[in-house]
């Protein structure tokens, strides 16, 4: 990389981080997908409320006996009225507390407009039963936080899933997930809404946040937490990459058929879990001419991936393929079949007849062969294993 | 008269109630979910060729997958079955060429998998093929998993049937054990010595699982499964599965894969992560070896596992903006036999470091209609040194009728067993896709890469999904 490049790779990120930053203090920390955006065109503060001696039951009364989540439990005029005498103040009267329309509905003027502008508030996209949290005595406070020091309520007084696993923990209250999210007809999570995509973030209660690169991190997660992933996901989704036929630009991105050798050296336990290497990666580099031991009436191969034969096989050093072989057999096996191990390996072999067995093998080879001697007898025969002490 | 008179008025009533009464309504649920991938690009063959003169082998794939799901087949009963088909065809690979590679098809049937699922209460059932995933590796098997789940959270599983193999009818290669070709019916007809007949008959599997389900945060499985091929065994292992967590805080997840055959540990992946709302931290050590059939001599040879060490810390402050930074390890393990002279060899200073290490850090940002995300990753060590640098970027207009995507990346690479590979590789994406109705969406992708090893590469990708309900 140039000096130039560096330059310019450094201001990106660095403007990216400022920008970061910058907008900090805006934005969203509730899930769009669950909470959708709200409009709500006027003013109100409830810590004056609270501290004028109102309850929460005062303006939000029905929420007692609301049992669906998309019930508004909001307050209007007759529930103002209790103390805001608007009838007065549309006659012209000074009341107190103030009841003109635009004290609560800023900029509206009933002389220039029938009706104030709308409220947007859509329904969450989960299931929720005010009733019944009420009944078992749960404040109000337990979800929606304490409302002393806010103005106008907005989506940030609803509560995270964090908030609600505090009692649904299993055993005080259902922690299934279904209890709360919506279901699709295969009994798995409702995942797309009009609102947005439902995928957990940082945060998420489980640790499952799916955030950058989450395509190269949750193997571990998915290979042993099954029964969360398939809250969510059928095997659809896993076949989308895992298939080893579709080609995931964002998973192999640039001509990545020409950079993968670098990357599946690093780590070539990866590379296995979509592709078997012994069909796909061995059939691919016997056609491209790369694998050793491709059908005679295919063109010859021409390139070169390995070391000077003198070094790689002759010589035992450093560069030996006996080292690389015991590192990751994996590269070996992505070109090589079990012929070219076989033709000097084997005791049938007319060639050096290296044992490739680690140490301690002796002793086990026995047990071994009772397992599955088909194996052996590639190498050796049945006269040999009984030598050995194989039989 | 007065009991006829009472039967037919009985009758009538009886009539005008089924017309009229309210009747419960089938639920079922049917889901159509098609795909059509098209790819058009090359590849570069290393025969008869030379770096000036190379031999460009054309890949024209088309794939298709068609998968039909049926839901609560029987109104309030969940009885589902769900089906996926797989038809390719590479137009740029010669039917003769692939008949003579080992692996290599130019066109193919496979049912990916297609089961009947039926849940009630504490029981799951699931008979077909099905995909298996746990922490010994990813399988498919034509059979019956059942699984009980008591509601105080302890359980068990039990799956048996025939694993899925390339040589099947309809069967594909991808989840069967890898070690040996899929199939020897090529080299068998060749009368080739030493093909091995066996690989192509039925393999039978079976394994059983204890669970604990979230019992005070705690989740785990006690695992076994072992495979048979022509009545020896192709694969026995033992697993230990365990994961914690109570809320946001402590998350632990773990896994062990215990080698009954050769009595070694084969596989252990720990991840430790601790999220706060703007910020998580995790941990994850990952010991593999790769999962090979019995009947591979691979398997039987001398092998080190492979370590790797991940670090990675998030940072979502309030706002579209989100961060990461990463660090990984890398270590491939040596096992040489001790009474073999290339054993010296391992005290030479000239033996290659087998450690890789390295780091990423990214942002992404997502507000509205836009995404973008940076990402760049640096490692050094064993296989090679490489510098990543991805740069996307996406709009999806409002009514979700268009999305625009674009990528750069650049890599700057040194192989370190493969001279001639290395440089600066440039590439770029795009990506547009159209909402022709609500439940079917087309795009298309052309990509775009030069470098000084290939020069020019350019690939076409179609892709039109339909999912559709019925």
Redesign the interface.
Known sequence: MNRQSKVVTYVAIALLLGAGLALAATGRERSLAIYPAQTIPIRFNHAVHLEGGADCTTCHDSARKSTKASDRNLPKHPECEQCHDIKAAQRGKKVDPPATCDYCHPGFDPSVHRIPPPFEFPSPNVKFNHKVHVDRKVECTTCHGEMKEVTLATRMQLPKMATCLECHDGSSASAACTTCHLEGPSGRLQLNFASGILRPMQGNPFGLDHGPRYEFSHGSRAKTDRLMCSQCHGESDCQKCHDSLQKPLAVHPNDFITLHPVQARAESTRCASCHRLQSFCAGCHERTGVGLDADPSLRARNVKVHPDYELWVNTLGPQHHGIAASRDINQCISCHREETCLACHSDFGSRRQINPHPDGFASMCKSLAAKNDRPCLKCHSQSKLVTLGCR | MTGTRGVRTASLAAAIWAVTSPSKAPAS?F?V?ART?A?AYQ????????PDHP?L?PRR?I?QYL?V?G??LITGE?L?F?T?L?V?ADLG?PRG?AA?????RAEQADL??AYARF?TGPIEAQLGR??Y???ID?MAFDGLRLRYLHKI?IGVEAYGGLWVK?GMLLG???Y?P?????SDKRRISLGVQ?A?P?LDEIEPVYGAKLLV?????F?GAVGYRKAL??G???L?RTTV???Y????GL?V???MDYDL???QVAQV???V?W??????L?V?A?R?S??LS???????????P?D?L?L?A?Y?????????VQGLG?Q???????????A???R?P???S?I?AGG??????R?ASFRS????SY?K????R??W???TGGYTSGDDRYTLDG?F?????V????PS?QG????A?V?VSYLFSHSARGSL?I?E?I?D??RS?FKV?FLFDLRT?L
């Open positions: 649920a889901l979910d991938e790819q590849i570069r063959a290393y025969r008869d060729s030379d031999t082998l794939r794939v998968g799901n839901y609560e969940d589902a769900e996926s797989r390719f690979l060429e003579k590679i080992d692996g290599v990916m998998y849940r099905q995909t995933v746990d922490i990813y959270g390339g594909s290669s991808v069967q890898d070690g040996t070709r899929e030493g091995n066996v389900e979230n019992i005070k945060g989740s091929l022509s020896k065994s192709d026995e599965e365990a994961r967590g109570r809320g946001r998350n997840t773990a896994g055959i050769i009595t992946r720990g991840l992560r999220d706060q709302a703007k910020y998580a995790s994850e990952l593999t790769p999962v019995a009947e591979s001599i691979w398997y039987y040879f001398a092998t080190a492979r790797e991940r990675r998030d979502t402050p309030v706002g579209p903006f989100r961060y990461y890398s491939y393990h040596t096992n040489i036999n001790s009474t073999l002279g290339l010296s060899a391992l030479d000239a033996l290659p087998s890789n990423s850090a990214g942002a992404a940002y507000e995300a940076l990402d760049v490692r060590g064993y296989g090679g490489q510098l640098v991805d740069l990528r990346s650049l890599a700057n690479v192989d370190g067993f493969n590979l600066t590789f440039y590439g994406q990506w992708a990509e890469n470098n090893f290939t590469d990708f309900m």
